[in-house]
């Protein structure tokens, strides 16, 4: 066996997945499986004990789909990054979700791997949670009294990702005025998981930056906003130049942190790329 055994459960309703969530002992959610398996896998072949309950979520209808409606896109936890990028009500600054979502891992794993299992998983390195911190998303929850909670998608990073609830649902406010980029990049040619990534979101007024949030994702501790770059762009007029000098205003204590050279010429690179489109997309609009 490929894995120890493990008791299964596939609740068909939040409510009965919290009652489980609440009652059993040793228990682990399964949302698309792409992390849990192999950890499933890997601590057997390691020698190390595993949850003796699994819980998945797959047969919850309200935790799948998308939907677009009065100005909100509400994107349900089991949404999977493929149904996610083609979902389409992705417009305006929702745009950069399908951006994300195209060049995240490989095909295989858009198909299986979940919006709620991106978020929850609590590696630091996955890509989503850049993009719905500069989004300003909302993340709801359901705790195991089935009780609904929600929080910021920032306020949910900075606490460390830490959870014991369900979480159900991602709400993004559609805007139609604000321009987001979201850029990546990884270690080789060879190699899919990023070694970092940012994403830009701001409003344009009379020509300027302004309310801008700019969230590195490091890739060794959760994405973090860089407050220095965002002061400098705000009320900075939106010209090609300002790409170049944007450079110079990053906050150096997330950059100094960094493993190795190429990573940080890596983030300058993209930052600079990132001022490039947003300008550009403001010129096309
Ligand atoms: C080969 C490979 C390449 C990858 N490449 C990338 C990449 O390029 N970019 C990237 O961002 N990610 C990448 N990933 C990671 C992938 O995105 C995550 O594995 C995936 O998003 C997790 O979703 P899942 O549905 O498979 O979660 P699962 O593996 O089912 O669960 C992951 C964790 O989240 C918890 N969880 C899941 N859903 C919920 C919920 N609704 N509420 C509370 N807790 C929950 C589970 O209990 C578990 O702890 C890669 C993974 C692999 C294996």
Redesign the pocket.
Known sequence: MLINPIKFYRPQTIQEAAELYSSLDSV???????????NLKSSKKAGRKTNDNLIS?KGINE?KGSSLSKGSLTIN??AT?TEIFEFSGLKDNLSVLKDACS????TQ?RN???????I????T????PAVLIALEATLN?ADKNNKPKSMSAEEFFLNSAK?D????SIVIEHDTDSFCSYQRFTRSAAI???LGALCIRTDIASGCFSNTKVVLNTTNSFPKRDSTLEAFLNGKKAADNIADSALNNIDENILGKLNNEYQEHMFRISIKNAVKNIIKDLKTK
């Open positions: 682990k959610l399964l949302a698309g499986g792409t992390f849990v398996v192999n979520l935790l936890s089991m990054i060049t995240l891992g490989t794993i299986m791997a979940t919006i709620g299992g991106n929850a998983c609590r590696y390195w996955t890509e989503l929850f959870t609830d369900i979480l159900t899919d998981l990023p």
